[in-house]
């Protein structure tokens, strides 16, 4: 529980001095993803920046310091029947709230709760130049200047160093129940996007081995009226089902093939690629593990009308993100260039160009 | 803006007959008038010409024209802003998005529409009801205002609280750069690689780019939504039931408060059968399935109740919901019935100061002479205090804006910001130097450089210059300074 942010700024400024590159580093626990970080740089870790500085369960706003581990946070908000209702994905013990933030990483109830780039209200960050600045606050509604505190999020650390951020939370939902039953991934699609347009308090939706997995959340009556409405056999532990799934634990996404990210448009046909699948987000978030060559899967997922990254495994010496438009690509690098004019930060980690 | 256009006017709108039906290049006086304020028309200024291109190509053709010639432009929507955003630039053109009223598609499987920039927000809702779906954020003005704008100016509503505000419910826009490129930000996908590209062009006010077509989420309506109305005879009481409710688990599809002035107001205006003796007013709608609805209506109730409400009425059937919420949504223009003018001013405080900031303003109030009425998003914990004045007293104006800097220094210090969903625009260019420090400021313009060097987009909004800051701050510290010596000889 210690504030090191002086400390970590002295770091900033003395890699710009020495012309050196900072490799930013939480938990840990994504080391995996991006690109594979430029070995010639040198290590600034958050894990020693943690602690909560603050937290009002009425208000429903926390503040923590960006190398907290999401477990301590999921502990404190749990003892106020609060939770992070975009069930942040954990791949180890260590994942902080900085580097979930900077992956842009959410879980199964994404599409209804927000993600957490929706649930974040503000962020303090140490820029390139070794300044400490503070975007958005505490409060729920906020446009005084631009939304720095959100072009964070899948920003992998490339334009500066987050130190505090200050998250909505919401309460526990009262009562939940998961309904399965089989289905043919052809028609799986079409299933999930019916019954997320029904006003119904659906709250994740998956596909996973020929079964569909709808989770529904909210007020107790509620909750059983639209299960007995819906039909499907009740699921019993779905609590550690859909942990698993947020945290990546089922047996799909154990070996080492290479793990494709696909985010499209719900509806979108299953891209016609044989092999393993898993359909998540109600058909949102689609998980390929397989060989693939990048730009084969890159118009797959322009077809479905989204985008795709290589989230595991594969070679990560070349590009991991989907292309980006030439003009995407110049205003991206000139945004570093505001933010972090020597290019000390995570050089290489999200996009070789960058 | 760092170096003055190089092009005349007549040659500018010779280029633009060009390309555009000239009926749609207005250069005349009186017709450009409507063009010279937006909903803040205490802030004016005539532009150079206007412009009402109806292609995406021609829009693109004046952004070309504009950046060779160094010529500013101010995108428009329907000009119901209540920043200034939107007011012209005297060197430059405004260019209105009027002609983009199209709504190109509704997907009702996957929830979305696709909208050109000028549609108006009302009529989003309004086409998407016939699939049972209809677009969350509704500003007060959504019969008027367009998506365009909404998205330039993060906008919120009623019901911000539950299903968030403009950015939460984006998928993609088509965006023109200043060079005339156009460009995809988003997907039809709930995210995409990289940096969030889509939250930073949110709320940035036209100063990063011409918004040229959206890709918004639709919600399903509703099975039914019941509104609770409680009167309470402090504000504390009310602002406590506020935070009762919350903590209790229930959040509400709109959660609104009114004090006394705007009761009263409200009440003439609209007899909605408010508690007119009541000092605060709470309208706390909660919506979801009949059974979830049921559930949450009894336990609000009983929470009121037990948190001191002196009265608590529930809407029986949707005639009685639109009663009751028309008093709230007809606040501005009953408040505008018991003063020739007033300034709407759009603090967000952290939730528990509610009462402390409601009483400091009330002693503000008698501290400038000014009356000042407060209607707001409770639960956001958004204020919205009416300032009431006459333009035509002299010096009135300069008071009310006094005694709104003042309320906007107070929201800041406890915590909140200068405009939860307003904008900064011209208005509130001054407060940003109270939020944010010059380090952040700058960080701010060379943000805008990486979309627009030449600082051609909407040029003298949303973030000061340098030197403005600078000046501000000295007059500032002058300013209280004298105050404090004031201050002493009355001691
Ligand atoms: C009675 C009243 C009630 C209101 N209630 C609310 C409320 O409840 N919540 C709320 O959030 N706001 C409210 N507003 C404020 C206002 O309606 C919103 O800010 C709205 O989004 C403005 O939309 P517009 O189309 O009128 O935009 P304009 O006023 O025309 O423009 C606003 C800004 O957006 C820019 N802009 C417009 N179109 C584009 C485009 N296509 N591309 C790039 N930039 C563009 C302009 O340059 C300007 O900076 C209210 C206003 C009034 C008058």
């Known amino acids: 529980m210690a504030d090191i942010s002086k400390q970590l700024q002295d770091q900033i400024l003395a890699a710009r001095d020495k012309g050196s590159k900072l490799n930013i580093v939480g938990g840990g626990s994504k080391a ?100 400490h600045l503070k975007f958005g606050g505490q409060v729920m509604k906020n446009v005084a200047g631009y939304d720095v505190s959100r072009l964070q999020a899948g920003a992998f650390g490339t334009l500066g160093v987050m130190t505090e951020i200050s998250l909505k939370v919401m309460p526990k939902p009262a009562a939940s129940m998961t309904l399965v039953r089989e289905m043919a991934v052809d028609d799986v699609v079409d299933y999930m996007n019916v019954r997320s347009a029904e006003p119904k308090p659906l709250s994740a939706a998956c596909w996973l081995d020929g079964k ?73 978030q689609r998980w390929f593990l397989g060989d693939a060559d990048k730009a084969q899967m890159e118009q797959l997922a322009r077809d479905a009308g989204g985008q795709v990254s290589l989230f595991r495994g594969g070679d990560r010496n070349a590009e991991v993100m989907h292309h980006q438009p030439e003009v995407l690509c110049g205003v991206q690098k000139r945004l570093k260039n505001a933010f972090d004019p020597d290019a000390i930060f995570n050089p290489g980690r999200l996009y070789s160009w960058l | ?41 205490m802030y004016c200024e005539m532009p150079l010409l206007v412009v009402l291109p109806e292609t995406v190509a021609q829009v693109q053709e004046v952004m070309r024209l504009c950046s060779r010639h160094k010529v500013p432009v101010v995108a428009r929507g329907a000009g119901t802003g209540l920043c200034a955003g939107a007011m012209p630039h005297a060197e430059g053109i405004v260019l209105s998005l009027a002609k983009f009223n199209r709504i190109l ?112 989420k639709l919600l399903p309506k509703p099975e039914i939504a019941q509104v609770v109305m409680a009167g309470f005879d402090s ?127 009330e002693k503000m109030s008698e501290e400038f002479g000014l009356r000042v009425a407060n209607v707001f ?34 929201c800041v210090k406890v915590g909140g910001c200068i405009t939860g969903e307003h904008g900064v625009g011209v208005e509130k260019i001054r407060q940003m130097a109270i939020q944010f420090n010059d380090d952040e400021l700058a960080q701010f313009r060379e943000l805008k450089a990486a979309f627009d060097a030449d600082g051609i987009l909407n040029p003298g909004k949303g973030v000061p210059t340098l030197r403005f800051c600078q000046e501000y701050r000295s007059l500032e510290h002058k300013q209280h300074s004298t105050n404090r010596d004031t201050d002493a000889s009355h001691g």
């Not at chain 1, 926390?62 to 994905?89: K, M, S, W």
């Not at chain 1, 696909?262 to 109600?282: M, Y």
């Open chain 1, 32 to 131: 995996f993803m991006g690109r594979t970080p430029d070995p010639d740089a040198s290590e600034l870790n958050l894990s020693g920046h943690t602690g909560i500085v603050d937290y009002h369960p009425v208000e429903l706003v926390l503040t923590v310091r960006a190398g907290t581990p999401l477990n301590d946070i999921e502990a404190t908000l749990a003892e106020q029947g609060q939770t992070l209702h975009f069930e942040p994905p954990r791949f180890g013990d260590t994942d902080t709230i900085g580097g979930t933030l900077a992956c842009n990483l959410s879980g199964p109830a994404r599409p209804w709760s927000g993600s957490v780039r929706d649930q974040v209200l503000g962020v303090r960050l140490i820029n390139g130049k070794g300044e």
């Open chain 1, 212 to 284: 569909v997995y709808l989770r529904l959340s909210g007020a107790q009556s509620a909750v059983e009226a639209t299960a007995a409405r819906w039909g499907g056999e009740p699921l019993d532990e779905a609590d550690a089902f859909w942990q698993k799934l947020r945290d990546q634990q089922h047996d799909f996404f154990g070996g080492d093939q290479p793990l494709w990210r696909f985010s499209v448009r719900s509806t979108a046909a299953q891209p016609k690629l044989e092999g393993q699948w898993l359909i998540d987000w109600a058909g949102a």
């Open chain 2, 1 to 41: 803006m760092t170096e003055k256009p190089t092009i005349t006017k007549a040659e500018l709108a010779e280029h633009f007959r060009g390309f555009i039906d000239p009926e749609y290049v207005i250069t005349d006086d009186e017709t450009m008038k409507p063009y010279e304020c937006d909903g803040m028309s």
């Open chain 2, 105 to 216: 598609s509704i997907d009702p499987l996957a929830r979305s529409a696709r909208l050109q920039p000028g549609v108006r927000n009302l009529a989003i809702s309004e086409a998407a009801a016939e699939f049972g779906l209809y677009y969350g954020p509704d500003p007060s003005s959504q019969i008027a205002c367009t998506i365009g704008g909404n998205v330039a100016e993060n906008s919120g509503g009623v019901h911000c609280l539950k299903y968030g505000l403009t950015v939460h419910n984006l998928l993609s826009v088509e965006l023109v750069t200043v060079d005339g490129e156009l460009v995809t930000i988003g997907s039809d996908g709930l995210d995409c690689c990289g940096m969030d590209l889509m939250a930073l062009m949110t709320g940035s006010e036209g100063l990063l780019g011409v918004v040229t077509e959206v890709q918004v």
């Open chain 2, 235 to 361: 504000i504390q009481k009310a602002g406590d039931a506020v935070g009762g409710i919350i903590a209790h688990g229930i959040i509400p599809g709109g959660l609104e408060m009114m004090d006394g002035h705007a009761i009263v107001a409200a009440d003439d205006f609209a007899q909605a059968g408010y508690p007119r003796d009541a000092k605060a007013l709470l309208l706390c709608e909660v919506d979801g399935t009949e059974e979830e609805v049921h559930e949450h209506i009894e336990q609000a109730e009983t929470l009121f109740r037990k948190l001191g409400a002196t009265s608590v009425r529930t809407s029986r059937d949707e005639d009685e919901r639109a009663l009751l919420w028309k008093g709230r949504k007809s606040a501005f223009p009953a408040v505008g019935r018991i003063s020739p003018d007033y300034y709407c001013m759009d603090g967000t405080i952290p939730r528990g100061q509610l009462a402390h900031v409601l009483t400091e303003m």
């Open chain 2, 377 to 410: 998003h409770a639960g956001d914990g958004n204020l919205h205090p009416l300032i009431l004045f006459d333009a035509n007293v002299p010096g009135e104006f300069e008071r009310t804006e006094a005694f709104g800097s003042r309320i906007l220094e107070l």
